[in-house]
């Protein structure tokens, strides 16, 4: 016996076969399984099982994130979007109402993500370095909600704060994925995630929460934050 239930965050639904709980995003295009993920089909929908060990956002929220900015109509924009794994559920997750602006710097691993596009309107995929917002803000319009980040750089704080003041305000949001190994490679990762969190309030960016995604992604975490004060 299959059944649909929402999950706490909208957007997001609980898949429930014999007492076991598979989060999924409902389907924007039908009949379309975009990284070989399962289909789950309903009455109102094709519901797409949305696994923690292929996408960290999904581990976050697994993990007992207590905040999750992306929502039904939120204008995200995505750095670090791959093949467009993660990307396709955000683009279920916002609906025909919201938007993803989503920028890899790989024209290779860009061929997926263009592909993607093609199918779903919400998705402007953007090829270029998410160091330099500059060189895309010609395709992003208006303002921004969410900028969700999964770059592993070592410079990640400071690409999340150049992005946030570029296209974003007071109160927008922030989701940083941090791969301590890729900040520092000898310290212990809670003094990483320590020292990121103090990095982008020295920005203006203040960490609500950092979720530790081990052992689903070993070493990283997920931190959610918030702009709090004008970004200079
Ligand atoms: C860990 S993967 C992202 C996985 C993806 N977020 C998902 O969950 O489906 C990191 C991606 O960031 C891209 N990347 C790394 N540095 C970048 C940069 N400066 N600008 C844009 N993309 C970058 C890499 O090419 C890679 O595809």
């Known amino acids: 016996m299959t059944s649909i239930q929402p999950h706490k965050f909208s957007g997001i639904f609980n898949v429930v076969e014999d007492n076991r709980y598979w989060l999924s995003t409902r389907s924007l295009v039908p009949n379309q399984s975009v990284y070989g993920e399962r289909i789950v089909k309903s009455d109102d929908g094709d519901y797409r099982i949305w696994t923690p ?108 704060y150049e992005n946030l003041k570029s296209f974003c305000t007071y109160g927008a949001w922030g989701v940083l994925a941090i791969k301590a190994r890729s900040v520092d490679s000898t310290s212990k990762v809670d003094d990483v995630y320590r020292q990121e969190s103090a990095l982008l309030s020295q920005y203006g960016i203040e960490v609500q929460e950092t979720v530790r995604l081990d052992p689903l992604e070993k070493d990283h975490a997920m931190a959610v934050c918030r702009v709090s004060e004008a970004l200079k």
């Open 53 to 160: 060990r292929r996408s960290k956002l999904a581990a976050a929220i697994q993990k007992g994130m207590k905040e999750m900015p992306i929502q039904p109509g939120s204008r995200v924009l995505y750095l670090g979007a791959s093949t467009g794994t993660t990307v396709s559920h955000v683009s279920d997750i916002v609906g025909p109402t919201g938007i993803v602006y989503a920028v890899e710097f790989s024209p290779r691993v860009a061929r997926g993500l263009l592909r993607l596009s093609e199918t779903r309107s919400n998705i402007v995929p953007i090829v270029e370095d998410a160091r330099h917002p500059d060189r895309y803000a010609a395709f992003v319009a208006g303002t921004i909600d969410v900028v969700y980040q999964d770059v592993a750089q070592p410079d990640q704080a400071r690409i999340l």
